[in-house]
């Protein structure tokens, strides 16, 4: 039988992974690309011609709203940023060339370009629309012309600049962190699988309801990986570096696919086992001699989980014991609803699940990028 595993408050998780992630390889290469990149447009921003040269502190600005952990990421944000610069701009230049700013005509735009951003037209670049009509109204006064000018000049070089360095030093493909958090996933569900054997082997009902609890997570965790993978198959679009990454990306869905399976019967598992130990209205008794061969089940399949695909001979030997302990489990369903002709629901229900577990157990693992 396997221990359950000692766990960490969910606060201590949660700020150590949120340290771990911004300490990441491919998050450090970005804070570097970006310093890199303001840095260059600093310097060259006063030597810009005309009025632009007056403005130069908008070229940073461009130079760090174009970074982007990818190359698609930082293009789409980059256009974005200028096309909703632009309209604002384009507003406050109505106002200039007509009424002028003042009281009633600051606030109307600003409102105007509020309503803009809401239409998803701009993306990122939504916020820009009322704040350069903004800047240009409040900042520009009257030389409203020259500011925009340089306001939207400077921008486009900061953008210009990050985009080269962003392309010069191209970021690694996300496929090899989304394979990690893939594999991170399975040992999850492993776990998990674990800790509901163990459960109700130990003692009945189970006094630990840190299993029940954790099911929930698993959903989270699933959404958490596709947004992941996602991330990883655009990081791949037009990257250098990113050559034969599509098939590791493909096969990357394709194993999420099934670990979401898994994760669906394992909580169904959980969810059956606790209607039958808190007496919900979906419960059904579970029989004495269920609890044993069950949890013996539970532990064999999820060292199945564990392993993955692989085909060495210990993993097709924990292949074969978790087919014979859910034969056993079925086998003592079998006599025990013979002897006392009453239905085995709880031992059903996981014996079905767990055989369609070993089943998605064998879906390819990724292979390292």
């Known amino acids: 039988m396997t221990p359950s595993r000692p ?15 911004a300490v990441r390889p491919a998050r450090l290469l970005l804070v570097a690309k970006t310093a890199l990149a303001v840095a260059l447009a600093w310097l060259i921003a006063p030597h810009m011609p005309g009025v632009t040269q007056e403005y130069p502190y908008y070229a940073p600005l461009g130079a760090l709203v174009s970074m982007y952990p990818t190359l698609m990421g930082s293009a789409r944000s980059s256009l974005q940023t200028l096309l909703g610069l632009a309209t604002g701009i384009g507003l406050a230049t109505v106002v200039v060339l007509t009424v002028g700013p003042n009281w009633w005509t600051i606030p109307l735009v600003v409102a105007i370009g509020v309503l803009l951003s809401g239409t998803g037209w701009f993306g990122v670049g939504r916020e820009y629309v009322p704040m350069a009509a903004l800047f240009v109204l409040i900042i520009g006064g009257q030389n409203a012309d020259d500011y925009s000018l340089g306001y939207l000049t400077q921008t486009a070089v900061g953008v ?12 690694a493909p ?3 962190a989304a394979a990690g958090q893939l594999a991170a ?9 674990h800790d509901i054997g163990s459960a109700v082997s130990t003692s009945w009902p189970p006094e630990n309801e840190q299993w029940a609890e954790d099911a929930e997570s698993l959903a989270d965790t699933s959404a958490e990986l596709r947004a992941a993978l996602a991330e990883a198959e655009e990081s791949r679009r037009g990257n250098p570096r990113a050559r034969g990454h599509r098939t590791r990306v493909q096969a990357s869905f394709a194993e999420l696919a099934a670990l979401d399976r898994i994760a669906h019967l394992i909580r169904d598992i959980a969810d059956g ?11 059904i008794t579970l029989d004495a001699a269920l609890p044993e ?14 392993r993955g695909d692989a085909s060495s001979s210990e993993d097709h030997r924990a292949r074969e014991d978790a087919a014979r302990a859910i ?8 006599e025990r609803t013979v002897d006392v002709r009453r239905t085995m629901g709880p031992g059903v229900l996981t ?6 577990i070993l089943i998605l157990s064998g879906t390819p693992r990724t292979e390292p990028a």
């Open 293 to 306: 061969p069950l949890s013996a089940a539970c532990h064999a399949v999820a060292d199945v989980i564990a």
């Open 7 to 21: 766990r960490l408050p969910a606060r201590r998780v949660g700020i150590a992974r949120a340290l771990h992630d």
């Open 327 to 334: 034969r056993i489990l079925l086998e003592v369903i079998d």
């Open 351 to 356: 014996t079905m699940h767990l055989r369609r």
């Open 185 to 193: 996933f399975r040992e999850q569900l492993a776990t998990h699988l």
């Open 273 to 283: 086992i606790a209607d039958t130990i808190w007496d919900r209205p979906a419960g």
């Open 160 to 171: 210009v600049i990050g985009l080269v360095v962003n392309v010069a030093i191209a970021p």
């Open 174 to 176: 996300l496929t090899v």
